[in-house]
């Protein structure tokens, strides 16, 4: 399994959603936002992808079954509370985040021109 270097992420629709959202509230000129959906490490992803996507489990890491699946509570968090009040933002979860990642990935392998 890959190291947890940095268990933090944002959907990318998030953070597009954010860049439109502080262009039109006036509020938020000359501040900036941390963004961040939450925590997310392998372990979880790989678990979510054999119950969500059997036909991928024979593609996941040696071991995958037997590594350690931490909760949001273990990682520190980013306070994003600013981005949520005058950005009006509402964070997806992980699995959102790797749901979309990979259908969208399934549907690139499916092109004629993908060489995996």
């Not at 629709?13 to 860049?19: I, Y």
């Amino acid at each position: 399994m890959p190291g947890d270097r940095l268990p933090l992420f944002c959907h990318v629709s998030d953070v597009a959603e954010a860049h439109v959202r502080a262009l039109s509230h006036p509020q938020a000129g000359g501040k900036s936002f941390l963004l961040c959906g939450g925590a997310f490490n392998w372990a979880l992803g790989a678990s979510y992808i054999a119950e969500h996507y059997p036909q991928l489990r024979e593609r996941l890491p040696k071991g995958w079954e037997k590594a350690e699946k931490k909760g949001q509570e273990a990682y520190a968090r980013l306070d994003t509370t600013l981005a949520e009040e005058i950005l009006e933002m509402k964070f997806k979860g992980w699995e959102e985040m790797l749901k979309d990642c990979i259908d969208d990935l399934l549907k690139l392998e499916q092109k004629p021109e993908w060489d995996a």
